[in-house]
């Protein structure tokens, strides 16, 4: 029941995300002594390409730029709170808590007093 499951999930994906290409009728058949057609076409399909990818190097420098300065920006917090176990002068025992603020990946932040 898997394998039918994978196969026809495979097949409709196949058949959602692959796009057609198709030409004029002009295009289709062109005379060997007047290629324009499908010179023209090249030219369009490279000059496509080149204006798409400096398209995607615009967007992608700006998203780039704003993820930057958002990151500036963002001042949540971390903590970390364990509790350590004190004694006091009259010989009772007590929780002390101690927050301990660590960054995005868990790690101690180190203190700037010392």
Do not use: H, Y
Not at 53 to 75: H, L, M, P, R
């Amino acid at each position: 029941m898997n394998q039918r499951l994978f196969v026809s999930a495979f097949a409709l994906s196949v058949l959602v995300f692959t796009g057609c290409n198709t030409a004029n009728r002009d295009a289709r058949f062109t005379n060997p002594n007047q290629p324009g057609p499908v010179v023209g076409n090249a030219v369009g399909v490279a000059a496509g390409a080149v204006v798409s990818n400096a398209a995607g190097v615009v967007v992608g420098a700006a998203e780039g730029a704003a993820a930057a300065t958002k990151s500036t920006f963002t001042n949540d917090r971390r903590v970390v709170r364990t509790w350590r176990t004190e004694t006091t002068s009259d010989g009772r025992t007590i929780q002390v808590p101690v927050e301990i603020e660590v960054d995005a990946n868990g790690r101690p932040i180190a203190d700037k007093k010392s």
